[in-house]
């Protein structure tokens, strides 16, 4: 069966017999000829509508530390209540090591900013969680993510340890380092586990080598 198909943001649209797809969208920076002019980029929610599995792939993106719009924390909210069950897979870039400085990004994420992503991702689960746990549904929950961001008290440290157990961060889109000849992307890779080591929120790491065959 061929599907002709108009991707709308927010909303699932079948693409495949079994196969939907939930574009958001993202920030990627502003024009390099006029700084007021956003560039938008997209993430997709990937489903496989029998078995309601899903993957989310990032296209390029700033952090929403230094966004003029941010646009992360939307995803992150829809996210949320999929993790581990529905959701065990995000694909996103990390395009420069911890060396590079902010205003070098040019609308991409470094290390630290994406550890910061990831610990804005843990805190909307455990807001989730916490929501659950009070006896309230995933419907009324999916309401509320989207609209504003909930007003909870901020989760511990140690409540957020392991809370993104049964999760899989794919990094991709590393930028090629000339000066050195150890690739870019094993220096990201390391920079990254140890600041996420250091939070202890539970996700697998890996690294993406152009050509790779996955399986998610």
């Not at 958001?24 to 997209?42: A, D, E, F, K, W």
């Not at 993510?145 to 809370?163: F, Q, Y």
Request: proline share 6%; hydrophobic share 40%; glycine share 6%.
């Amino acid at each position: 069966m061929i599907y002709a198909f108009s991707l709308r943001l927010g909303r699932y649209t079948k693409i495949h017999s079994s196969i939907s797809v939930l574009p958001m969208r993202l920030s990627h920076g502003t024009s390099s000829q006029n700084p007021r002019i956003p560039v938008l980029s997209t993430a997709f929610f990937l489903r496989h509508d029998p078995t309601q599995q899903e993957i989310l792939l990032f296209g390029d993106v700033e952090p929403d530390t230094l966004s003029l719009d941010p646009m992360n924390a939307s995803v992150w909210r829809t996210a949320a209540p999929k993790i581990p069950h529905a959701l065990s897979a995000i694909f996103i870039e990390c395009s420069w090591t911890s060396e590079r400085s902010d205003d070098e990004l040019y609308g991409h994420l470094s290390p630290s900013h994406l550890l910061n992503e990831l610990l804005v991702l843990a805190t909307e689960v455990w807001k989730v969680r916490r929501l659950h746990s009070s006896g309230r549904s995933l419907r009324q929950w999916m309401k509320v993510a989207a609209g504003k961001a909930v007003s909870n008290p901020s989760p511990s440290s140690e409540e957020l340890r392991g809370i993104l157990d049964g999760l899989t961060i794919y990094i991709i889109h590393c930028k090629s380092d000339l000066t050195s000849e150890r690739p870019a992307r094993n220096t990201i890779e390391k920079q990254i586990k140890d600041l996420m080591q250091k939070k202890g929120l539970g996700a697998n790491l890996h690294v993406v080598e152009q050509g790779s065959v996955l399986h998610v």
